[in-house]
């Protein structure tokens, strides 16, 4: 079964610390992962994708990892502001031309406090 | 942020009432989709559209209907409504290249089914 599971599921940390969020997926055939980030009362909004080759990428703050033979995935936060307080959601594609080719995972909520 | 609206913002509705709601986006897009979102679940997709007059069927489709008489417009309708369809509904379309497409999401209908 394809599924994507995301580990805490709710995190608090003070404003400039550091935090890592994980990705586990099943999710088969595999073709890229994203994550998103989801402010409370809006939509999810594209953080980054990985293909199937790419180890890490980073936007700002913001890195991500994947290791494509384990099935797992980090989204590593720097220097927290109270900005990044959202859930945080991964996403992986299956590689086939259908519509329905996303698993959502469950989200992990941050909270940044003062 | 990819001009997706969605109506009504928020919609309270009693058992067995139909209701639509209406994605309507101003890009063009091909694809488009409609998603629930609940407590404990990631993201589900309901039904999707690759074109005018084109749908087919997400995993939690029971219950919903679609319909696409225009590129711009995407409606979601509940027949007749029942209490486990409350949830927040999203509208996405996909932009890029097709395999590493972003989906973007409208900013969200809360619907409470009494």
């Known amino acids: 079964k394809n599924q994507v599971e995301q580990s805490p599921q709710s995190l608090i940390i003070l404003e400039g610390k550091n935090c890592t969020l994980q990705c586990n997926y099943t999710v088969s055939p595999f073709s890229n992962l994203r994550w998103y980030k989801q402010d409370t009362g809006r939509g999810p909004v594209s953080l980054t994708i990985m293909t199937f080759s790419e180890n890490t990428k980073s936007n700002g703050r913001y890195t991500a990892t994947l290791d494509a033979d384990t099935k797992q995935s980090s989204l590593h936060i720097t220097a927290s502001q109270l900005s990044d307080s959202a859930s945080y959601i991964c996403?992986?594609?299956?590689?086939?031309?259908?519509?329905?080719?996303?698993?959502f995972g469950g989200g992990t909520r941050l909270m940044v406090k003062p | 942020d990819a001009g997706i609206t969605q109506s009504p913002r928020h919609k309270v509705t009693e058992t067995g009432t139909p209701v639509t709601l209406r994605c309507h986006q101003t890009?063009?897009?091909?694809?488009m989709y409609w998603y629930r979102q609940d407590p404990g679940h990631g993201l589900r997709l309901i039904h999707y559209?690759?074109?005018?007059?084109?749908?087919d069927k997400g995993e939690v489709s029971d219950g919903y209907s679609v319909s696409r008489s225009k590129t711009e417009d995407f409606l979601l309708t509940l027949e007749s409504a029942t209490s486990s369809q409350t949830s927040v509904y999203f509208c996405?379309?996909?932009?890029?290249?097709?395999?590493?497409?972003?989906?973007?999401f409208g900013p969200g209908t809360r619907l409470t089914v009494l």
């Open positions: 559209s690759y074109g005018v007059k084109d749908t």
């Open positions: 996403v992986v594609r299956r590689n086939n031309n259908a519509g329905n080719m996303l698993t």
């Open positions: 996405a379309i996909s932009r890029g290249l097709a395999g590493v497409d972003t989906q973007y």
């Open positions: 890009e063009n897009h091909r694809y």
